[in-house]
């Protein structure tokens, strides 16, 4: 049976793998949509479309492999597989259809298979954690608010209602920056002390108390600012200050002594774009600066996808019995992923004649990061464990 497919043996599995597919298709899909002029969203721009596609699709998947991966390690239970697994895969690949065909598709009918989604990955982790008492039960807030934001866009599609959309995904983007920042605070110093110590450097982490006290309500500071935006200074000032702390922490974990290691350099590229996207935020709105004013692609390509791409290879490596050594195709594929980020953010400001040959450039370097990790991982997470254990 389909259900007991080595690609359903561990919640990880098929949603690295249709993350990575969806990445690899959407981008494409987008850039005929911009270059078309189709509106798949009736009375809605484009874009929210394209943003709710990026987020509520590529992210959220990416996060659910993740969590499914992680919840075991936290709470000593056995890992998510089988029916429960290939189930919540069905219902994720649901909304992506109804998604992709949202002008055939009727609202109530596109509103429950998208909404679905997040409910059902609560009701699986939820009981591991709370039973273990767990100090990720943060994790089920986290997601609640993600789904809140996503319902609130479907409100807003049914009204026909841009900003409001607009708003429910800019808050949706911040709390994924908020989960980024937490899960990135725990891995980068302890993956970076483990290589550096693998590797006989001599190094010292600072990791800053008071740092890692103020950081989580800062980036919970931003979202609410953003979801109430009483004005350019505010919302400025705050995301300067933001940078300021991102930038401190960062130059406590020595991301100059990881060049070495493909697998700690691109996380740690992954995080520097949370400094430099929040700086050209500040410069965005307190300048209306029009060089500065893809930031929201600094942090979707930079640092999401970044992260995202860094994460699901180490993990798929490390859950399925194999050496933690990328192959050279995959730091290739960490290499076009930053070269989009660049021409996305950069692109349209060096060559403001060309935005749509930039667009095509940044979307291609994408389409091939994403072409090359299904190549390699596709296999290997459709395919048992190489030391012969479960998962």
Excluded at 52 to 59: Q, S, T
Excluded at 148 to 176: C, G, H
Aim: aromatic fraction near 12%; include cysteine.
């Amino acid at each position: 049976m389909l259900i007991r497919h080595p690609l359903f043996a561990y919640g990880f599995r098929p949603f690295f793998f249709f993350c990575g597919c969806f990445a690899l298709l959407v981008i494409p899909a987008w850039l005929l949509i911009w270059l078309c002029n189709i509106t798949p969203l009736a009375d809605l721009p484009a874009q929210l479309w394209h943003a709710h596609e990026m987020l509520f699709g590529f992210a959220i998947a990416a996060i659910t492999g993740f969590l499914l991966s992680g919840v075991p390690s936290w709470t000593r239970n056995r890992g998510f597989g089988g029916l429960p697994v290939f189930t919540l895969t069905l219902v994720w690949l649901a909304g992506r259809a109804a998604f992709a065909l949202a002008p055939f598709c009727s609202l109530p009918v596109l509103t429950v298979l998208e909404l679905a989604f997040l409910p059902l990955l609560i009701a699986l982790i939820a009981p591991p954690i709370i039973r273990e008492k767990n100090r990720n039960i943060a994790m089920l807030l986290v997601l609640t608010t993600l789904w809140i934001s996503d319902a609130t866009f479907m409100l807003a599609l049914a009204r026909a209602d841009a900003e409001l959309a607009s708003r429910a995904l800019l808050t949706a983007m911040n709390v994924v920056l908020l989960l980024l920042t937490i899960v990135g605070g725990r891995i980068l110093p302890a993956f970076t002390s483990n290589a550096l110590r693998r590797a006989n450097v001599s190094f010292t982490l600072h990791k800053y108390a008071w740092l890692e006290r103020l950081l989580p309500p800062a980036m919970i500071a931003v979202i609410i600012v953003d979801i109430w935006q009483p004005g350019p200074i505010p919302r400025g000032w705050l995301s300067l200050s933001v940078a300021a702390l991102h930038a401190v922490r960062l130059s406590g974990w020595r991301s100059l002594r990881t060049g070495g290691d493909p697998m700690l350099w691109v996380l740690h590229l992954a995080y520097a774009w949370l400094p430099l996207g929040f700086v050209l935020k500040a410069i965005a709105v307190l300048g209306n600066t029009p060089w500065a004013q893809y930031w929201q692609h600094g942090f979707g390509v930079g640092a999401i996808a970044t992260m995202i791409l860094a994460v699901s290879t180490r993990t798929t490596l490390g859950h399925t019995g194999r050496p933690l050594v990328v192959s050279q195709p995959v730091v290739i594929a960490y290499l076009l992923l930053a070269l989009a980020a660049i021409l996305r953010v950069a692109g349209p400001a060096i060559w403001p004649d060309n935005y749509p040959g930039v667009l095509l450039a940044a979307g291609t370097s994408w389409a091939l990061a994403f072409l090359i990790f299904v190549a390699v991982y596709g296999p290997i997470l459709a395919t048992p464990r190489l030391d012969g254990k479960p998962g």
